[in-house]
């Protein structure tokens, strides 16, 4: 009998896993915007403990793809799909990360309102999930074009942060500003465009696994 | 002849790249510290333009190990440390990309004052720049005792950065506050806590390598 339909499902099992990855990590970010738009504490609580599920699915499939590496040897496109899947993990479980930093401070802020003063903070939130949603189909449709499109969205969300940044010193000098929720804000829309770069390097990912390049650099 | 020493040869290539890889990260950190300190605005150029060079080491040793598993199919410890050094560069490619943010940043500052006025910036800068030190001699040297130390020392910096925001959020409290710099200045502490996290995970890398676990979990 050969080994194949063995590695098959396997490789079968690894995608299975990135995309299940793939949805907690949307989850996470979606409810974080919920969390801005409704106050719901409980939920923003629910995002943390969530995210502990996100950092034991990047320690499963890291071990499984280095698990398939030891025993399976792939080559050429699977070798590109199994070190791949070792590298995307990392960026899905940062954005996992930043989501519950954004939901840790939402729990602890009192100054929510600050969400409609600072204007550009919605839209880069609206982006950002955008992008995630993006990327993460990109990677799991194969689909070099929408990956190509989250690429660029990623400049309009750093514009976004420039001027959230802006508003933000803004308000900060006037007197009485809301010092504390003002700085709160800023850290917000700095996971975020954080986040949008994660985004970006699961689109790059996706390129080296279909094309062994990565911004036309031959990388295998 | 056996393939051997040509493998054995390329590993160590692999362990040279990684070395003068790191050894580029703490340059620019120390360089990030220096211009602090003298405000010297063209060393901080020179943080920017290095940081290509820090990329496009990044790129190569990707592309070194993806190709050495592709073509060597190493197994056990062989394939443990080819698949740390996919992972341990991008940790150390993003230290690279904060040291030139902080330049970046220090550049476009006037309030360079402020480094002696918020009081815990210095003490960041010394213990991040150590744990990146010692990040990165612990895995050249195999030294997982150093890369406990590391972990440990974490705790300092993220407590240091709590203590910098709380500065900041004291100094902006004030009237005609220096709200720009004072932003800046947060920025700084931000990306510097980060460095922190990526010593930390070069640190867990090393653990991975040599005892196949990470924070007592097996992966491989």
Redesign the interface.
């Known amino acids: 009998m050969s080994a194949r339909p063995t590695f098959d499902h396997e490789l079968e099992q690894l995608n299975t896993d990135l995309i299940k990855m793939g949805t907690l990590v949307e989850e996470a970010i979606e409810n974080t915007i919920t969390v801005f738009q409704t106050q719901d504490y409980d939920l923003a609580k629910t995002i943390v403990e969530h995210d502990r599920q996100i950092n034991d699915m990047e320690?499963i499939i890291?071990?499984r793809s280095?698990?398939l590496?030891?025993r399976q040897?792939p080559?050429?496109v699977d070798?590109?799909f199994v070190?791949t899947a070792?590298?995307v993990v990392?960026d899905m479980e940062r954005i996992g990360d930043q989501a519950a930093d954004i939901a840790e401070l939402l729990t602890h802020m009192d100054g929510s309102h600050i969400y409609t003063v600072i204007q550009h903070i919605p839209d880069m939130a609206k982006n950002t999930k955008q992008m995630v949603h993006d990327a993460i189909a990109a990677f799991v449709q194969l689909d070099l074009e929408l990956a190509g499109r989250v690429k660029k969205q990623d400049d309009v969300v750093d514009d976004l942060f420039n001027r959230v940044?802006d508003e933000?010193?803004k308000i900060?000098?006037t007197?009485g500003?809301p010092?504390?929720s003002?700085?709160d804000f800023?850290?917000i829309a700095?996971y975020l465009e954080r986040i949008g770069d994660h985004a970006v390097n699961i689109c790059e990912w996706l390129e080296f696994r279909l094309t062994g390049e990565?911004n036309h650099?031959?990388?295998?």
Chains 1, 2 share one sequence.
Do not use: H, N
């Open positions: 320690k890291e071990s280095l698990s590496m030891l040897q080559v050429a070798l590109r070190s070792l590298k990392t940044k933000v010193i900060l000098k007197d500003a010092v504390d003002g700085i800023l850290m700095k990565i650099t031959k990388l295998l």
